[in-house]
């Protein structure tokens, strides 16, 4: 894997999450980039060595917890949810798109984006509810989630494998 080209995407993920929030709804392109570097470390592995090895889950995870932190310590509250949630979100990423369990296709693409949005959402809410000293307010937080499920669940549909250097 393109080691350059991976540190581009990742600065650029954060630049334009941080600069571009159309609708007054924060963006959330870290999980997108979490998920396509799962897939892609799976992809690869799996053209080396025939299988996914566990090397392809601890490279995403490794690379979703390094990406929760960035968020976290420029978020400014609670270290340690963007981690746990992004480094989950690389692992489950390698061990679904492993091609043992299942092919990519845009249907399930969008879908696990969708689904990992969710994840990190229920993860990074639950951590501020529980450890947080200001009290969250869950209703405040649907209407950014469903306009992040919408963007990321688009974006993985149509993001396949082998396109943008993505494995």
Known sequence: ?????WSVYFFGAFL?????????????????????????????YTDQHGFASHRAEYAASLFGMGCGLVEDLLGG?????????????????AVIFSDVLFR?????????MIAFTVLDWFGETGALAVFGSLPVVFSATVLPLLFQCIVNGIA???????RFGIA
């Open 1 to 5: 894997m393109n080691v350059l080209l």
């Open 16 to 44: 334009l999450q941080a600069v571009a929030s159309p609708l007054l709804a924060p963006l959330n392109l870290t999980v997108l980039l979490v998920g396509l570097f799962g897939r892609a470390a799976a992809h690869v």
């Open 77 to 93: 509250g609670l270290l340690g949810p963007g981690m746990l949630t992004k480094g989950a979100i690389g692992l489950l990423s």
């Open 104 to 112: 990519w296709t845009p249907v399930f693409g969008g879908i696990t």
């Open 156 to 162: 993985g549909m149509v993001i396949r494998p082998g």
